[in-house]
């Protein structure tokens, strides 16, 4: 499900930490390095309804420049995407030790 916000309610939550617009933030996710661009996830509860949306905030520069984030070029209001959090098994190949 897809659901609009406004830009300026979802800076106040990530940028300030504060509830605006409704909204509080969840889960701030760590910057992902993509060489120019960098993505962070964050995860957004609609305190009225409970239901958590994702907003992937990106932004380009370096540290030699300024960074100019999407909170300056999105539209005023933004579709985000409802998510719920779910449970991953990863299978995987692991060392086996000599029993001596």
Known sequence: ??????????????????DAGGLTLVEQGQWIDEGKYQQQENILREIATGRFYCYNLSKSGSHFTEFMF??????????????????????????????V
């Open 70 to 99: 999407s909170f300056e070029w999105d539209p005023d209001e933004i579709e985000l995407v409802e998510v719920e959090k779910a449970t991953r098994t990863v299978e995987y190949w692991k060392t086996v030790l000599d029993s």
């Open 1 to 18: 499900m897809k659901k609009k916000f406004k830009l300026a309610d979802i800076r106040d939550v990530i940028w300030e930490e504060v």
